[in-house]
């Protein structure tokens, strides 16, 4: 089956620099990747996400590309905020959009430091 | 997107014992899952929670153990039974539409003694 890893487990960064978290994953027929956001005590929420036919996606301060040859996806965070201090998890899935089994990546903590 | 709550939001519960999880969505769906994060870690999917037939589980989840309900479009159930406290963990209920993202209710936070 699928198997997503995320790197780095842990990320901190000053104030209004620039955030990246990166993904692999081995299944090269999947074709959907969100990005979900967990603040403590929260359920996840879906910051952005991409398709397999887009090889870069942006939402304000929050991008996110694709590389499908070689299997790998990163969320890029700009000018970073202390309300982007939270835990990030991508995730994969085999259809186009997020109606079928997701999985997930172990996690990025990114603590923003003011 | 869809609007999900859960019930309930957290509970401690007694080893042995069962409990009921309930997920609500807002409008019809398609499709809802239910997952379990346990402490500091990722998200694991349990099962699919199907409409009008059995819940289709991963590897390493059975019926026995988290039997699942889904009545209807907009409502589904997961009990842990016999519950030990290697079941503490949060369980999350999500759902998705047809050609739509997955969504993700707030959470239950289950503590078993």
């Known amino acids: 089956g699928e198997n997503v890893e995320q790197h780095p487990s842990t990320l901190s960064v000053q104030e209004g620099d620039s955030a990246v978290i990166k993904c692999t994953y081995s299944?090269?027929?999947?074709?959907?990747f969100p990005w979900y956001k967990q603040e403590l005590g929260k359920g996840p929420q879906l910051i952005i996400d991409?398709?397999?036919?887009?090889g870069e996606k942006k939402d304000q301060r929050i991008a996110v590309t694709l590389n499908k040859t070689a299997k790998h996806f990163s969320l890029h965070i700009t000018e970073t905020q202390p309300e982007d201090s939270a835990v990030y998890f991508c995730a994969a899935s085999l259809t186009n959009f997020g109606n079928e089994k997701l999985t997930f990546g172990t996690g990025t903590r990114l603590t923003i430091i003011p | 997107s869809a609007v999900i709550s859960q019930k309930p939001s957290r509970d401690i519960c007694q080893r042995g014992t069962s409990l009921t999880i309930q997920c609500q969505v807002d409008s019809q769906v398609t499709m809802m899952f239910w997952y379990r994060q346990q402490p500091g870690q990722s998200l694991t999917l349990i099962a699919t929670?199907?409409?009008?037939?059995?819940?289709?589980?991963e590897s390493g989840f059975v019926i026995d153990k988290f039997p699942i309900s889904r009545p209807n479009l907009t409502f589904s159930t997961l009990t842990v039974s016999n519950m030990s406290p290697e079941d503490s963990s949060i369980y999350l209920c999500?759902?998705?539409?047809?050609?739509?993202?997955?969504?993700f209710g707030p959470g239950t936070r289950l503590l078993v003694l």
């Open positions: 999500s759902a998705a539409g047809n050609w739509e993202t997955q969504y």
């Open positions: 299944d090269s027929a999947s074709n959907y």
């Open positions: 929670a199907n409409q009008g037939s059995e819940a289709t589980y």
């Open positions: 991409i398709r397999s036919n887009v």
